[in-house]
């Protein structure tokens, strides 16, 4: 059974990550988020199948930026703990440096973009495109922006 992690930020890169949760019980998975009061409940269904990083706005850039080096600490060692063969990611900050190091390590990157976004490019969308091995646009629009990229629709 391949070994998937799925990784994003909370708020609604998160829901839209839930929504591949029929996929979860065809691989040997992971997921990891940012911890918050939305998704520190996923822990009592998900069990040890969850790893939390540090929630953090870009709003106190002080803060943030320990937070950032701190989550990209703990993310080589949830990487190490799991060694996944596919990383999937509907985004953001959080799964940057996950997407990278995996690619190091030889993984798939599947990168998922936003549905929030129809006619323009997200921080994290530029910084996964060159890396990824699959990348997944829900508006026929983006295809423009990303010419690589694969039409998937909407996952809601």
Known sequence: MKKVMFISS???HFNE???LKPLFDKYDYHIVTEKDKMTESYKEEFKDKISYLLYGT???LFKYFFQFIYNCIKTIFIYLKYKPE???TTGTHTAGPMCYLGKIFGSKIIYIETFANKNTKTATG???YPIADLFIV????MLEIYP???????IY
């Open 58 to 60: 870009r709003s106190h």
């Open 126 to 128: 530029r910084l996964i």
């Open 86 to 88: 596919i990383i999937i």
């Open 17 to 19: 990550l839930m929504q």
């Open 138 to 141: 829900q508006w026929k629009e």
């Open 10 to 12: 909370t708020g609604g």
């Open 148 to 154: 690589k990229a694969v039409l998937g629709g909407s």
